[in-house]
């Protein structure tokens, strides 16, 4: 038995902020177990989204008036209006390739209405039929990027093969590589009541392509050989389509290293162009690109009121580029 006199005192009782405290170390200590078993169960945290850029391109379809000639002012500046208001809807790209854009003037009162102030006016085209008629159908780039050099040239005739109008590009620093954009908007398949229907079909593919045999020799001079490029607009042609099986518009720049952004997606999962009275949906609409990354998504977009075609889209890494094949 313990001496009285040498026994040790007893502990005093913990304070009631002691109590607290050690119940809240406790609670802690069993809610980071459980967060940290719970860790295990639920899907990993996506990865951050890998930075992208995106271009489009658009036949606006005889735009502002949607006829081959001028109409009234306020019915232009209602088109363009709705024009803006549905494109922005569907994203407003880094780059936008046009066709069948009237002139400067039209793309400024455009861009006004997307109402993107990074969004500038890269080049427009000015091509004349003649001395005394201006085209309604021009080209025009807009871009977010800086604008490195920029211009448009006229096809060259060949004997009795005459293309109409001819292409726009711009040399754009893409974050970090300079990128060419050349924007094309070919031969259309119409054909005159009074012409020779075989005869004419025949001539309007000659057109396609001369025109893109002439855009092949031109964009390593313009851009540099193997530099990364993209060719987009109006091909007025498809590749898996019937009617052009005899063609080589396209087949001749993927066949030069060019590939096409929707690759893998079949053109009739894609038309561009919706049926009409006339004919049966088309996809004539085109990305083309050399030396870049894969697409990260492409798409068709839905039907704007102003235009019979559809924009469509693909966004590409912001990463370094890939060497032409």
Same mark, same amino acid.
């Given at each position: 038995?313990?001496d009285?006199?040498?026994?040790?005192?007893p502990?005093?009782?913990?304070?009631?902020a002691g109590? #607290? #405290?050690?119940?809240?170390?406790?609670?802690a200590?069993v809610?980071a /177990?459980a967060?940290?078993a719970?860790s295990?169960?639920?899907?990993?945290?996506?990865?951050?989204?890998?930075p992208s850029?995106? %271009? /489009?391109?658009?036949?606006m379809e005889?735009?502002?008036s949607g006829?081959?000639?001028?109409?009234p002012?306020?019915?232009?500046?209602?088109r363009?209006?709705e024009?803006?208001r *549905?494109?922005?809807?569907?994203g407003?790209?880094?780059?936008l390739?046009?066709?069948?854009?009237?002139?400067?003037?039209?793309?400024?009162?455009f +861009?006004?209405?997307?109402?993107? $102030?990074?969004?500038?006016?890269?080049?427009?085209?000015d091509?004349? =039929?003649?001395?005394t008629?201006?085209?309604?159908?021009q080209?025009?780039i807009?871009? #977010?990027f800086?604008?490195r050099r $920029?211009?448009?040239?006229r096809?060259?005739?060949?004997?009795f093969?005459?293309?109409?109008?001819? =292409?726009?590009?711009?040399? @754009?620093?893409?974050g970090?590589?300079n990128?060419?954009?050349?924007d094309?908007h070919?031969?259309?398949?119409?054909?005159?009541?009074?012409?020779?229907r075989? #005869?004419?079909?025949?001539?309007?593919?000659?057109?396609?392509?001369?025109?893109?045999?002439?855009? @092949?020799?031109?964009?390593?001079?313009i *851009?540099g050989?193997?530099?990364?490029?993209?060719v /987009?607009?109006?091909?007025?042609?498809?590749?898996e389509?019937?009617?052009f099986?005899e063609e080589?518009t396209?087949r001749? @720049?993927?066949?030069?290293?060019?590939?096409?952004? =929707?690759?893998?997606?079949?053109?009739?999962?894609r038309?561009?162009?919706?049926?009409?009275d006339?004919?049966?949906?088309a996809?004539?609409?085109h990305?083309l690109?050399?030396?870049?990354?894969?697409? +990260?998504a492409?798409?068709?977009?839905?039907?704007i009121?102003?235009?019979?075609h559809?924009?469509?889209? /693909?966004s590409f890494?912001?990463?370094? %580029?890939?060497?032409?094949?």
């Open positions: 038995m313990d009285p006199a040498t026994a040790p005192a502990e005093p009782a913990p304070s009631r109590r #607290r #405290r050690a119940a809240i170390a406790v609670a200590a809610l /177990a967060v940290a719970a295990w169960l639920l899907p990993p945290r996506p990865a951050p989204a890998e850029w995106t %271009v /489009a391109s658009w036949n005889w735009f502002p006829y081959a000639e001028p109409r002012a306020r019915d232009e500046a209602r363009i209006r024009a803006a *549905a494109f922005r809807r569907q407003v790209p880094d780059v390739l046009a066709q069948e854009i009237r002139d400067v003037p039209t793309c400024v009162r +861009l006004d209405r997307l109402g993107d $102030s990074r969004l500038r006016l890269a080049i427009c085209s091509f004349w =039929f003649d001395p008629n201006r085209g309604l159908q080209l025009a807009l871009s #977010r800086p604008v $920029s211009g448009y040239e096809w060259a005739a060949r004997d093969v005459h293309p109409p109008r001819g =292409f726009a590009w711009a040399i @754009l620093d893409v970090p590589t990128v060419a954009f050349f094309l070919l031969k259309s398949n119409f054909i005159p009541e009074d012409q020779d075989e #005869r004419q079909t025949v001539l309007n593919r000659l057109k396609r392509e001369l025109a893109a045999r002439q855009l @092949l020799g031109r964009i390593d001079e *851009a050989p193997g530099a990364p490029a993209v /987009a607009g109006d091909f007025n042609t498809a590749l389509d019937e009617r099986a080589a396209i001749i @720049l993927l066949d030069a290293g060019f590939r096409d952004a =929707f690759e893998g997606i079949p053109e009739a999962d038309p561009t162009l919706p049926a009409n006339f004919y049966p949906p996809t004539f609409d990305i690109v050399r030396g870049l990354p894969p697409p +990260l492409r798409s068709v977009g839905a039907d009121r102003t235009s019979d559809r924009p469509l889209r /693909a890494p912001l990463s370094p %580029v890939h060497p032409a094949r």
